[in-house]
């Protein structure tokens, strides 16, 4: 019958278009996951290629952040693997060996806070510092020259200039050593807006490398 003909040949056209849409559709879905996979891949890459070879990861909460739950070594990591560099600072030779040895040193003893407010890291050595208006367990069993080495780190990171002067008084290591000649409080850096902002990355790096 030329009607059922008709009717078989229309039939057939329309199935192999319905697959043809449907397997687009698979592909485009499949390009939108692998676009997404490249675009963090790239963005982790990037990050990773902001930070010098040989340098010091040091990333912490502006500021006195106060938290109601703590902040652990895997809060701290995760939160600095995630953000972009603030900024870069050159050290001298002695002062940027010296960093690397006290990071290594706290590393290797395993000592860390119990609720982060900074973290560093250098090459696989890596560690977290609690918020210095009181001294926690590591600053407590430290001899002078390693809390001043402390107070170094958070001085030339420039983390104190996140704290205003009047709370700067507070703070023990401050009580020990003074307050450094170059403190400058910058209100741009203080601790006021959501998580992210209140995060600072700072990458040291060796001045005569």
């Known amino acids: 019958m030329p009607n059922g003909v008709?009717?078989?040949?229309?039939?057939?056209?329309?199935?192999?278009?319905?697959?043809?849409?449907?397997?687009?559709?698979?592909?485009k879905f499949l390009y939108i996951i692998i676009t997404l996979f490249v675009v963090v891949g790239c963005k982790t890459k990037v990050r990773n290629d902001c930070v010098a070879k040989d340098s010091i990861v040091v990333t912490y909460y502006r500021g006195h952040?106060?938290?109601?739950?703590?902040?652990?070594?895997e809060d701290m990591k995760q939160m600095s693997d995630r953000k972009m560099p603030n900024e870069t600072i050159s050290l001298d030779s002695t002062l940027f060996r010296k960093f690397k040895g006290f990071?290594?040193?706290?590393?290797?003893?395993?000592?860390s806070a119990d609720d982060a407010r900074f973290y560093l890291k250098c090459h696989k050595d890596e560690i977290t510092m609690g918020i210095p208006v009181h001294l926690h367990a590591l600053q407590e069993?430290?001899?002078?020259?390693?809390?001043?080495?402390?107070?170094q780190i958070l001085w030339k990171t420039k983390y104190f200039n996140t704290v205003k002067e009047g709370s700067l008084k507070y703070v023990l290591l401050i009580k020990e050593?003074?307050?450094p000649d170059?403190?400058?409080?910058?209100?741009?850096?203080?601790?006021?807006?959501?998580?992210?902002?209140?995060?600072?990355?700072?990458i040291l790096i060796e001045s005569n490398k």
């Open 6 to 27: 008709l009717h078989v040949e229309m039939e057939k056209p329309l199935g192999i278009m319905y697959d043809k849409t449907k397997k687009e559709m698979v592909m």
């Open 182 to 202: 170059d403190y400058r409080y910058d209100e741009t850096s203080s601790c006021s807006g959501k998580m992210p902002s209140k995060l600072k990355k700072i």
């Open 177 to 179: 050593f003074g307050i």
């Open 103 to 111: 990071i290594k040193k706290v590393s290797r003893d395993r000592l």
């Open 141 to 151: 069993q430290a001899d002078k020259s390693l809390r001043y080495t402390i107070y």
């Open 65 to 73: 952040y106060e938290s109601f739950d703590a902040v652990s070594f």
